[in-house]
């Protein structure tokens, strides 16, 4: 089973079974809230490789053109990173975790929301079965609905 369906299993609500969804959300909250987790460390740390790749290929830059006698400015020196093939390898790797942080993020909210729609829903429900004439339909409903 892939995520994509896992996630698919995770947001689809049947209300005749609320019980067994309100039982999974807070396993299912769990789960995504440490794939956050981790997503959030691996930005953090492909953040810090980017600044540091950064960060060196300045100094590098910095220190040749010193020995050659010629400065460069601030703005050629950033000019000359953006096209440092170490620098542009750590920046792609970040602005992939970014991206998988994002996604895991709206895969959190999409489990709270269901958690807050099952909330909703299981209030409604208990106002719809305290009315009689609703109870007699669900019960005369559960005896022709064959179970298979």
Partial sequence: MS??????????????NIAEHFQRVPA???YYN???ADAVSDYLISKAKCDRAHALAYVDLAEASDSRGKKL???AIEAAI???AEYQAAKASFISSE???????GKVDV???????LI???????????DPMVKTQAANRRETTPDY
Avoid: C, W
Wanted: hydrophobic share 40%; charged share 25%; no cysteine.
């Fill in 34 to 36: 440490q794939q956050y």
């Fill in 82 to 84: 953006q096209l440092d």
């Fill in 120 to 130: 909703s829903l299981g209030a409604h429900l208990r106002v719809e079965m305290s």
């Fill in 3 to 16: 995520k994509d369906e896992f996630l698919q299993q995770v947001i689809d609500i049947n209300p005749l």
């Fill in 28 to 30: 299912e909250l769990a």
């Fill in 99 to 105: 991206a998988n942080k994002q996604q895991l993020k």
């Fill in 111 to 117: 489990v709270s929301a269901k958690k807050e729609m």
């Fill in 73 to 75: 400015t601030v703005a």
